[in-house]
């Protein structure tokens, strides 16, 4: 990691177009989409013989090491997200956040800190951001400038582009281990007791519904693993959510995704219809990754159907706050105000009815 850290520092923003220059004859002289069907070791050999080359045409003088930061660079602009890969591979880093093309910060232990990763223009990092949310259907654009994705390991992305963001386009990245952390790690760390660990363990045993509460980054979806672990094997678990994160181990999971609107602003799903689709599947257990909006009175609804020990997450600074929290947003459901309400008593319930008197 120390090298891949120096050799990073080497290929400072003056060798950016040479690394530009190169992959550009890379993609002229190579088909890259047959190349990369090819097993990842031969393949890697291959593209790493060939840049080596073109390196050598160039006729920049460079030293041994300077070489292989170089060729290292272009490999990781074909095979992976091209300046970002070295922080994705480093284990301690928690979040990376890139402000703007020439500004990169990474948080470690709880700590930000200034990195000398740049990309050579906002163009460049384009490039990278739609490589990375087209990996999962979504699209970033003008007419829809932010968007949630996902990493293949499963961290968190979040883009917002111009005109929305003033400066050029953002990208966060919140990491998720390959392994989430356990009930035993969390145990480890001092998260919690081994008497509230089979107090929770019970809750959900017992077919408890379960709200977990917290702020930005406090471990809430990391909890929800684990207690998600501890539903039995014989049991049909449906998950919902914005951008698919939860890590279920159990072999009967179905796993819903919502979906952004289309260019012409149609098709988009919402955690809501899921919620409302789920119900139609025969869940024995209905987990939400976070409830934020209306789907907060579906899942009301369904906890109180049939379908309790469902758990789900939701932002809020305490418990009671978080139960203010899903009153609110129950309130703000929209219930089809199209459609007259049968019911003409004199005093209508705010909550269940929506017409007119």
Do not use: W
């Not at 703007?100 to 800190?113: A, F, H, P, S």
């Not at 999962?136 to 994705?149: I, L, Q, T």
């Not at 369904?302 to 932002?315: C, L, P, R, Y």
């Amino acid at each position: 990691m120390e090298r891949r850290d120096r050799a990073s520092q080497i290929l400072s923003k003056g060798a950016q177009d040479l690394k530009t220059s190169i992959h550009r004859d890379l993609i002229k002289r190579l088909d890259l989409d047959k190349l990369m069907r090819l097993p990842d070791g031969r393949s890697r050999q291959q593209l790493l013989g060939v840049i080596h080359e073109l390196i050598g045409q160039q006729e920049v003088p460079l030293s041994a090491l300077e070489c292989d930061a170089l060729a290292r660079e272009v490999m990781d602009e074909v095979f992976g997200f091209g300046p970002l890969e070295p922080l994705l591979q480093d284990p301690t880093v928690n979040d990376i956040l890139v402000n703007t093309y020439q500004t990169v910060y990474v948080e470690r232990n709880g700590v930000l800190e200034e990195t000398k990763v740049v990309f050579k223009d906002n163009v460049h990092l384009m490039h990278i951001i739609d490589k990375i949310v087209s990996g999962v259907g979504r699209r970033v654009d003008e007419s829809s400038p932010m968007v949630d994705a996902r990493l293949p390991d499963g961290s968190r992305v979040n883009v917002i582009i111009p005109p929305l963001a003033v400066d050029g386009p953002i990208l966060s990245i919140r990491r998720f281990g390959s392994s989430p952390l356990t009930a035993e790690d969390l145990l480890a760390k001092g998260a919690y007791t081994v008497e509230m660990l089979e107090v929770m363990k019970k809750a959900v045993q017992a077919r408890l519904n379960i709200v977990v509460s917290g702020g930005t980054g406090a471990g809430k979806t990391t909890l929800l693993n684990v207690l998600s672990g501890f539903i039995s094997e014989r049991e049909r678990i449906v998950t919902i959510e914005d951008s698919a994160e939860l890590q279920l181990k159990q072999r009967h999971v179905v796993r819903l995704e919502c979906r952004p609107a289309s260019v012409e602003g149609k098709g988009a799903v919402h955690q809501r219809d899921l919620v409302i689709n789920a119900l139609r599947m025969r869940p024995d257990r209905i987990v939400i990754g976070e409830v934020r909006g209306g789907e907060a009175l579906d899942m009301l609804q369904a906890m109180n159907t049939g379908h309790d020990g469902s758990v789900t997450t939701i932002h809020a600074n305490s418990p009671r706050d978080a139960l203010s929290r899903i009153e609110t947003m129950a309130l703000m459901a929209n219930l089809s105000p199209r459609r007259p309400c049968a019911s003409r008593s004199p005093r209508p319930s705010r909550l269940l009815c929506r017409c007119r008197a």
